[in-house]
């Protein structure tokens, strides 16, 4: 195992199991890349003036080595033991920051079962509670209403607009920032969702 995968933990919440991203992946993310082009295509960031194919290991090669330089969770989300969806908490921030950043997806066959909820909830969980940080953030295209409905069901409070923000889709797009602090959740993300406790008006945009 490398050094980067062993930073991150894998973690099972019934039929979803989350665990490192692996140079083995390789061949069925690509598989589940392709397969759902359509459907990621409008939401995944891209490199502003770079046409060319993404490159599915040199992808997975970088994310681990942000993960052993502590700056990345790259999580791949299993569902009934498939390659599902990918969930990676990235730009983590220690210090007098001690924020992330956190992206993800899913296959189209798995949508709408609660699947990215979830893990967005145990991910964060895992970086209050285990790496000690304070802030996680979330930043969604207002076009994407099932993302801004993840961010809705768990109480991510609204933050603002960030105008041009991410290079998304081959352009610069405006983004929705949301975000939770320790503060906002002592009973913990999954717990406060599960246990019915979430106020989604915090969410709602100007
Ligand atoms: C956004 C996304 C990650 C949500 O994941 P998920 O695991 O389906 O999340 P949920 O099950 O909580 O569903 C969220 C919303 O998606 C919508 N949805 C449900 N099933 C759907 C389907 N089959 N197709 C499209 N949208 C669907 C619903 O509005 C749902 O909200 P609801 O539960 O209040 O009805 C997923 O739609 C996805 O991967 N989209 C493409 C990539 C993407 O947008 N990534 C995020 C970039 S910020």
């Given at each position: 195992?490398s ?9 099972d919440?019934?039929v979803?199991?989350?665990?490192s991203?692996r140079?083995r992946?390789a061949r069925e993310l ?5 397969d759902n ?8 960031a ?5 046409q ?16 052993a330089?502590?700056t ?9 033991g ?5 969930l ?8 007098a920051?001690s924020?992330?950043t956190?992206g993800?997806w899913?296959?189209?066959s798995?949508?709408?079962r609660?699947?990215t909820p979830t893990?967005?909830?145990v991910a964060?969980?895992y ?7 304070h802030r996680?953030?979330?930043c969604i295209?207002?076009e994407?209403?099932a993302?801004?409905?993840v961010?809705e ?6 933050e ?15 983004h929705y920032c949301?975000?939770?602090?320790q503060?906002d ?8 969702w599960?246990?019915g ?9 100007d």
């Amino acid at each position: 195992m490398s050094t980067g995968a062993a930073f991150v933990p894998t973690i099972d919440d019934g039929v979803l199991r989350m665990r490192s991203i692996r140079t083995r992946d390789a061949r069925e993310l690509e598989r589940v890349l392709l397969d759902n082009r359509p459907w990621l295509q409008p939401w995944e960031a891209t490199l502003p003036g770079n046409q060319g194919r993404w490159n599915v290991r040199g992808s997975i090669r970088s994310l681990l080595d942000q993960a052993a330089a502590r700056t990345a969770l790259p999580f791949i989300l299993e569902y009934e033991g498939a390659l599902a969806g990918q969930l990676t908490v990235s730009s983590i921030q220690y210090g007098a920051v001690s924020s992330a950043t956190l992206g993800y997806w899913v296959a189209q066959s798995v949508a709408g079962r609660g699947i990215t909820p979830t893990a967005v909830a145990v991910a964060t969980d895992y970086c209050f509670r285990t790496i000690g940080l304070h802030r996680m953030e979330i930043c969604i295209r207002p076009e994407n209403l099932a993302s801004l409905r993840v961010v809705e069901k768990l109480g991510f409070r609204y933050e603002g607009k960030r105008d041009r923000y991410i290079h998304i889709d081959g352009d610069w797009r405006d983004h929705y920032c949301f975000a939770l602090v320790q503060e906002d959740v002592p009973e913990g993300v999954l717990n406060r969702w599960r246990n019915g406790n979430v106020d989604e008006s915090v969410a709602a945009r100007d």
